[in-house]
């Protein structure tokens, strides 16, 4: 393209505006072809495809740097105890819910709550043992459709070099913006990708259910835009942790944790299964009353008895016993120094000496 095809094309797309300097001017490059010569650089075959990068993990199976990624739920479900969880995790290394963690930076805007971030932060630290290093908060609702706000959160956020961005809440930074225009909303993704692409980091956006707590609010826009969609239901102490989406691996099985006060505020803590698995029973607990049931149907047996005969082990047995007491499967015949256990309806012919 020659110098006046060139002016010819800008004046048709500024319309009657003069062309900005740096297309006009002789002596800078075309942006246009440098964009091009860009694009050209992408392209790959199918024997290219092989060498794109696969995801990498920020927490294991949940979030992933490079990503867009929403975090929603009812207010007071718990999502924004979550998101701090995951933010104090992944700056200091820390497994979350057992999954491990690629440690880095967190830039955290506190738009919504500011006066309840230094509690969750303190209750977190408390229940840790850990200082929250690695995290910088910014308590600025930064308006993401806003040019001005949005260039300068970028530059901030490229000289951190963030693994982990957080948005908490996406409505206290697009305020004045339509939640159920997906255009509007198509921009709102735009604005986070943009902080995306600076950086390289995951950008987690907090957001609010619909009324029926069932979906994310307003438009479908961020469905497909989304790397990951984590739905937050609040049950009672139990928070579950659901995966709406994940675009590139599997679906991450539902994780339950459980609210427990610290300090002035709340903690979660991980569960194994959800508040009604902790009544059933496992293989050891199974392996426990089948050799119950087996060797002492009309006997008593001690602690080290019933383990050593199920062949489960210690640590593993003793919670088992003492679950089974309690679910009425077992009962509690001896005394407090020696304890004994028997089956409910067992007929006792005689007492069984070892010692507990």
């Not at 990624?69 to 995951?86: C, M, R, T, V």
């Not at 050799?291 to 047996?301: D, T």
Request: hydrophobic residues 40%; glycine residues 8%; charged residues 25%.
């Amino acid at each position: 393209m020659t110098t006046t095809e060139f002016d010819e094309a800008a004046a048709r797309f500024f319309g009657d505006e003069e062309p900005p300097e740096d297309m006009t001017n002789g002596e800078s490059e075309n942006p246009t072809q440098v964009r091009l010569a860009k694009l050209k650089a992408a392209l790959v075959d199918t024997n290219g495809l092989d060498g794109l990068p696969d995801p990498v993990p920020l927490i294991d199976g949940v979030l992933f740097r490079d990503s867009l990624a929403w975090i929603y739920g009812k207010p007071g479900s718990g999502k924004s105890f979550i998101a701090i969880d995951w933010a104090g995790c992944v700056a200091n290394g820390l497994p979350w819910a057992m999954r491990e963690i690629s440690r880095g930076a967190v830039l955290y805007l506190v738009a919504e709550g500011t006066s309840g971030i230094r509690r969750r932060v303190r209750a977190w630290e408390q229940n840790t043992r850990v200082a929250m290093a690695g995290v910088t908060f910014l308590p600025v609702a930064v308006q993401l459709l806003n040019g001005i706000d949005l260039a300068a959160l970028c530059l901030l956020a490229e000289e951190m070099k963030p693994a982990m961005i957080v948005i908490d809440t996406q409505a206290r930074c697009t305020v004045g913006s339509n939640e159920n225009d997906n255009g509007e909303m198509g921009n709102v993704v735009a604005a986070a990708d943009q902080l995306r692409e600076a950086t390289g980091a995951c950008v987690l956006m907090i957001h609010h259910s619909g009324r029926n707590g069932e979906n994310m609010r307003g438009a479908s826009a961020f469905d497909g835009a989304a790397t990951s969609i984590v739905k937050v239901v609040k049950n009672d102490d139990y928070v579950e942790v659901h995966c709406d989406k994940q675009k590139d691996v599997e679906d991450f099985d539902t994780v339950f944790l459980k609210m427990r006060p610290v300090l002035e505020s709340v903690v979660l803590d991980n569960r194994l299964g959800s508040p009604g698995d902790e009544d059933k029973l496992t293989k050891n607990d199974e392996a426990i009353l089948t050799i119950m049931r087996e060797a002492f149907a009309n006997s008593v047996a001690s602690r080290s008895q019933i383990i050593a005969a199920s062949e489960v082990p210690t640590s593993s047995g003793y919670r088992s016993i003492g679950k089974l007491e309690r679910l009425g499967l077992l009962r509690q015949v001896g005394t407090e120094k020696q304890p004994r256990w028997a089956l409910p309806g067992a007929t006792i012919r005689e007492s069984v000496g070892d010692a507990a």
